[in-house]
């Protein structure tokens, strides 16, 4: 008993913590912060594998993903005990999560029914195809007045779509009234408040936005849009706001993050809405930048939705209460940005670490005329192009990895900066600077490059997780949490860096129209599904003008054969 007193005589007082599950495309985090301070105390990040089984699809393990949430709060808590804080302190928990990333499960037996489908995925462009091809005018922005979308491989319900349409587990347990549907962020909640015994099936405003079948100005599931995909709404899960009680943590009593069970989960928001929230742009006008696998900017437009002429998406952006306002956003989205640094390592092998990439791009300080379009995934925002491919262009004898590493780097700013002019386009108002974050913002080099690139200053806070951070202040805002106030005058000043353009416009404009050349060389590239011929390998007659010069040459050749015979 003394020995207990004496142990809890020595935690350090911090008056209330908050608690963010980060569950992102490449891995999960969880992060514990001082609801006061906002400073970040402990956290403990673990890898996520993605598999590749066909081109172009892209999968995780659903169990793997929920696992991977359990170790990160385990270790967090151990390390919470050696730097003596209590973990009772932890007042609340928020999530935040990749968007559109598809999931189905079994709500009886708690097994999922599939991989979860990624958001990257490209396995849905004939259906995406065959959706356009039946709107009036094959005009892709057909479902744009509702949802803020153009209809794309990107989002949800395409993806699940393809579910019910292609593995029989899901169709049969649509079918038996068995199946839930949810983003990442409903798999996590629904497992987290007990799963198959009494787990929340919910998701919140901004995850819902992602998916094509929720209606931004009526802030519910459609059913006229549920109706076009042919999706039973009773699959879907019930839409929060991002702020609110939706349930208590259930974890078991032998693990270390045990002492969490009964903690409220009252925070939720997709990671982008979250690193909004995070970087504290509750003002119509302030926007985002967050470099993660894919790079997504975002600008706070406030209480009503603005529809983009220059493709980028409306999307909601929080709703930070049940009783408060739906805030909007436009937002420019890019599929592949830190995916790239993940490429170069794994597929081609020129580097081993990311550090390495800027090591090798700062060598030579140049592309040397390289350039790099790594649209693996089609183009997103502001093209919204899903036959377009990667191309690397510019070679010659002289270029070499290192250059080859610089272009990847320009890829990422290049992006960007064609998602600001849109924005700019849209808005009519131009950003005097970028407030950015994300794992790829410890990069100084791109951080400097996208500063020349945008001839604007970039600005980069010094704590970087904003994506938990703004989860952690849904949570603890949340009504019957209330420990984090999010009044203006009571929220933290950040310390940040900011990285002034260093090249003049002239040659900043230059890079960036040779850049727009390559990307008109990367459209058009894959038109449609190729026609296998059985064994998964595609036929050389699948195309009829090689079709017909291969046949052709074999009657050409036979003919000269028997005119051959007929002169011996």
């Not at 999968?59 to 270790?75: A, F, T, W």
């Not at 007042?91 to 079994?106: C, F, M, S, Y």
């Not at 593995?167 to 079918?175: D, I, T």
């Not at 230059?510 to 390998?537: C, D, F, I, S």
Request: glycine residues 8%.
């Amino acid at each position: 008993m003394n020995g207990t007193m004496a142990a809890s005589s020595n935690r350090i007082m911090l008056g209330p913590l908050v608690a963010a599950i980060d569950q992102g495309t490449s891995s999960t985090r969880f992060l514990v912060f001082n609801a006061k301070t906002a400073e970040l105390l402990s956290h403990h990040q673990v890898e996520i594998k993605q598999s590749f089984p066909k081109e172009g699809w892209v999968e995780e393990d659903p169990k793997e993903i929920l696992q991977s949430v359990y170790e990160c709060m385990d270790r967090t808590c151990e390390k919470l005990t050696q730097l003596n804080i209590d973990i009772s302190n932890i007042k609340a928990i928020g999530v935040t999560n990749q968007r559109e990333t598809t999931l189905v499960w079994d709500k009886e037996t708690g097994e999922p029914l599939y991989n979860a489908i990624v958001w990257l995925d490209l396995r849905t462009q004939s259906t995406v195809e065959r959706l356009i091809n039946k709107t009036p005018g094959r005009n892709k922005n057909h479902l744009k007045h509702k949802t803020g979308l153009p209809i794309s491989t990107y989002f949800s319900a395409v993806k699940l779509r393809w579910l019910m349409d292609n593995v029989e587990k899901v169709h049969e347990a649509v079918l038996s009234h068995r199946a839930m549907f949810g983003t990442v962020d409903s798999w996590l909640i629904w497992c987290l408040t007990g799963g198959k015994k009494g787990g929340v099936h919910c998701t919140d405003v901004t995850n819902a936005s992602r998916t094509m079948l929720f209606n931004i100005h009526t802030m519910d599931w459609d059913p006229e849009l549920c109706k076009y995909f042919d999706i039973p709404m009773e699959i879907l899960p019930k839409v929060r706001s991002s702020s609110e009680i939706y349930g208590l943590m259930k974890i078991s009593s032998n693990l270390k993050s045990g002492p969490l069970t009964g903690v409220p989960i009252s925070g939720c928001l997709g990671d982008q809405s979250a690193a909004l929230v995070g970087q504290m742009c509750f003002k119509d006008g302030q926007a985002k930048n967050t470099y993660g696998t894919g790079c997504f900017l975002l600008k706070n437009v406030g209480t009503k939705p603005v529809v983009s002429d220059h493709g980028l998406l409306t999307t909601v952006a929080y709703k930070l209460g049940r009783d408060k306002p739906a805030c909007y956003a436009l937002e420019g989205s890019v599929a592949i940005a830190g995916a790239v640094v993940r490429w170069l390592k794994d597929n081609l092998g020129i580097i081993q670490t990311s550090t390495e990439l800027e090591e090798l791009a700062a060598d030579v300080g140049t592309s040397y005329g390289c350039y790099f379009v790594p649209a693996f995934s089609g183009l997103y925002a502001p093209y919204w192009e899903p036959s377009a491919r990667g191309i690397i262009c510019g070679l010659t004898q002289f270029t070499n990895r290192s250059h080859l590493a610089f272009a990847a780097l320009e890829a990422v700013c290049f992006q960007t900066r064609e998602i600001l002019d849109a924005m700019n386009q849209d808005s009519g108002i131009h950003l005097s600077q970028l407030q950015v974050d994300g794992g790829m913002t410890s990069n100084r080099l791109l951080m400097q490059l996208q500063a020349d690139i945008l001839c604007i200053p970039v600005v980069k806070p010094s704590m970087p997780e904003t994506t938990a951070l703004g989860a952690a202040m849904a949570a603890g805002a949340a009504e019957g949490v209330s420990v984090w106030s999010l009044n203006p005058e009571d929220l933290t000043e950040v310390t940040s860096e900011k990285f002034e353009p260093q090249i003049n416009p002239e040659e900043s404009e230059l890079r960036y129209a040779r850049w727009k050349k390559a990307v008109q060389r990367a459209m058009n590239w894959e038109t449609t599904e190729p026609v296998n011929n059985g064994n998964e390998e595609t036929s050389i007659f699948s195309s009829v003008p090689l079709g017909f010069y291969i046949l052709g040459s074999m009657f050409m050749l036979i003919g000269a054969k028997y005119i051959a015979a007929g002169q011996k």
